[in-house]
């Protein structure tokens, strides 16, 4: 069984914006998974020229390790759940008790950051090749999510293997294609700017904000 309850908070944003590093800050906050960019280990692994085709495989790979750390999180959850119900308290002990829902509480608020979705593998796609894969798009429907943190590119670019645009033209243009996408869909987001103490601080309220609405 699925906990539905799980909340899924995606990062996105163009390359060398803080999001690997987001991703794994939030997810050590809150003491739960960070779901890596599957790009970053395929690339590694083949080498960094990439076809149309290749895009196809690393989105299926995205998904798959998605899949994985949040059934990985299910597992967990089915673990502490059992624990909690096992545990026997008295009838009029108050104060076991609010322990006992606070830890529910915080079971069933657990969040998944997830460092990449579909939208990530779309404008790569069309950005690179002029076109997409239908596989994407259908995902896109098909996946639900909770909060997508948007990093801006205010940081400055740093320089690797894998990273393809280190001038601000295409920066630009990449973030203003990502924020486009997220005006005109419905899951909530937020703008992640700043050096990266104010970008974990304001991812963190963000969130915060996500799990104390969940609960009411």
Request: one cysteine or more.
């Amino acid at each position: 069984m699925e906990y539905t309850a799980i909340k899924k908070i995606v990062i996105i944003g163009p390359e060398s914006t803080g999001k690997s590093t987001l991703t794994k800050q939030l997810a050590a906050h809150y003491n739960t998974i960070a779901c890596p960019e599957y790009a970053r280990q395929y690339l590694n692994e083949k080498g960094t020229s990439y076809t149309f085709d290749d895009l196809l495989t690393i989105a299926n790979g995205q998904i798959a390790l998605e899949e994985t750390c949040k059934w990985s999180m299910v597992n967990s959850q089915s673990f502490r759940k059992s624990q909690i119900s096992s545990f026997k308290q008295p009838a009029t002990n108050n104060q076991q008790q609010e322990t006992i829902n606070n830890q529910q509480s915080t079971i069933n608020n657990q969040p998944l950051f997830i460092d990449t979705d579909m939208y990530v593998m779309k404008v790569w796609c069309e950005y690179v090749f002029g076109k997409c894969h239908q596989f994407f798009l259908d995902e896109i429907v098909n996946r639900k999510y909770d909060l997508y943190l948007l990093c801006n590119i205010d940081l400055p670019w740093v320089k690797d293997d894998l990273r393809e645009y280190p001038d601000e033209q295409p920066r630009k243009e990449l973030y203003h294609i990502y924020k486009d996408l997220l005006i005109n869909q419905t899951v909530p987001w937020v703008s992640i700017s700043g050096n990266y103490d104010e970008r974990l601080k304001t991812a963190i309220t963000a969130v915060d904000s996500l799990l104390a609405n969940s609960t009411t």
